[in-house]
């Protein structure tokens, strides 16, 4: 095999293995917000402590259909900075 061919296979590899590491990577955020939908209603707002907040959205709640070509999360976990002025869960 050519350097050249040597790198490209190299870099094929690192591909194929990144690729993967999304996929674990994706499956444990899915799995994460599987917990975090059981533990908070739609509106709940977290204070994370590092003048971050979260909060689960509902970003369908105005709509009756939604037309996608991929699978889609009813909820969302919305991250912002922190405003004072909100109430935050006490968890």
């Keep these: 095999m050519t350097k050249r061919a040597a790198a490209l296979a190299a870099k094929i590899l690192d591909m ?14 899915d799995a994460l917000q599987d917990l975090i939908e059981g533990e908070l209603q739609p509106g709940t707002i977290v204070n994370l402590g590092n003048g971050q907040e979260a909060e689960l959205i509902d970003p369908w709640k105005e709509r009756t259909k939604v ?3 991929t699978g889609v999360r009813r909820y969302q ?7 004072a002025s909100q109430l935050t869960a006490k968890l």
């Design 67 to 69: 037309w996608r070509h």
């Design 77 to 83: 976990v919305e991250i912002r900075n922190a405003r």
């Design 16 to 29: 194929q293995a990144a690729l993967e590491a999304g996929r674990e990577m994706y499956a444990r955020a």
